[in-house]
């Protein structure tokens, strides 16, 4: 696979909702807790995870196990974006606890863990990665 332009918005998107997505939950801390930058960076965030997830739908993989060109890690679309309208609807109902569960769970999962697949051989990264430690 090779470095078109949508995957590296996809890929910039992505990087950047990383780093968003840690402001917003250090500013939310317990000592100390900044609500007017965990509100600003949250809602980088989502924009951003929304660009992420909605770009990742048109890039399609057809080397790897896939369906119709879309790969196990396509799943990540519908949890993500299942994850920000839950994280919402718990904000909408002041179930604050909820909210910062689900954003967590979201943040680590389609950031953290997600990101951490795409340092394996054979992915885009991973392959650029690799041959530069080679």
Request: some cysteine.
């Given at each position: 696979m090779t470095?078109?332009?949508l995957i590296a918005f996809h890929m910039g998107c992505a990087i950047a909702a990383t780093f968003t997505g840690a402001i917003a939950l250090w500013a939310r801390r317990?000592?100390?807790?900044?609500?007017w930058v965990h509100r600003i960076a949250g809602r980088g965030f989502v924009l951003?995870?929304?660009a992420t997830a909605i770009s990742a739908l048109f890039i399609r993989d057809f080397s790897l196990p896939n369906w119709a060109g879309f790969t196990p890690v396509h799943l990540l679309i519908p949890v993500t974006l299942g994850g920000?309208?839950?994280s919402f609807w718990h904000l909408a109902?002041?179930?604050i606890g909820q909210h910062r569960s689900v954003?967590?769970?979201l943040y680590f999962g389609?950031?953290?863990?997600?990101g951490l697949f795409t340092?394996?051989?054979?992915?885009?990264l991973g392959n650029l990665l690799w041959q530069q430690l080679a």
């Open positions: 470095l078109t332009p317990q000592a100390g807790p900044l609500p951003l995870m929304l920000l309208a839950l109902h002041r179930r954003m967590r769970k389609s950031c953290v863990v997600a340092l394996l051989p054979g992915r885009l």
